[in-house]
């Protein structure tokens, strides 16, 4: 970070505003580049080099940070945090009108992956994935759940939900009736209205709890 105090004033060169701001250089570049529309502050010379008074920066980086949260889809977060959900499903929760766009953040790191018989990948996340990443949007910490819930993380996904119940009576019925676990999840996928991978993770999780 290069900064120097010019008549007991701090000023910043273009890396000093990255480092001081958090944004990469060329996030800089850009900002000056188009000054006009971010309201990016002008620079001076000084002993033949570009320089911005550091307070400048400050109070607009301060306005840049505001204008970009009030312009931030709404965060659609209801559900379990623990379902998992497809891009198109990423992407209504985020707010955005296409799964096209989602960031590289999210699309480059899954939860889950599904191969399709067409050879193409068909990613998962976790709600509360999506969450966390909207709330890195606006700086706001994340604990991964609904607002206004307390305490620890559960030992796993689906410890203590209440569905487990219902997947481990299902499963139970099957075992007795002496069906396989063929099917299983379409039929506690529709019983409950959620995602047949989600239902797949309920039954799995039932049956390890149930030694089976």
Known sequence: MAQRSIGGRIALD????????????????????HRDRFGFPNAFVHDGQEWFWRDDI????????????????????????????????AAEILGYSSYRNLPHELIDNPDDTEELPSGRIRRY?????????????????????????????????????P?????????AEATEAGRDRRGLGIELAQHLGIPQRTAQRLLAAAGRKMGR
């Open 14 to 33: 273009r890396a000093g505003v990255a480092a001081h701001t958090g944004a990469a250089r060329s996030t800089v570049n850009h900002w000056h580049l």
């Open 58 to 89: 400050e109070v607009f980086h301060a306005a840049h940070l505001t204008n970009k949260k009030a312009v931030l889809t709404k965060v659609d977060r209801s559900g379990n945090p623990t379902d998992l959900v497809t891009s198109s499903g």
């Open 125 to 161: 996340w976790y709600r509360r994935t999506v969450w966390a990443h909207a709330d890195a949007r606006t700086g706001r910490q994340s604990t991964g759940r609904t607002p206004g819930t307390t305490g620890p993380y559960k030992p796993h996904p689906y410890a203590d939900d």
């Open 163 to 171: 569905r487990l119940h219902i997947a481990a009576e299902l499963l």
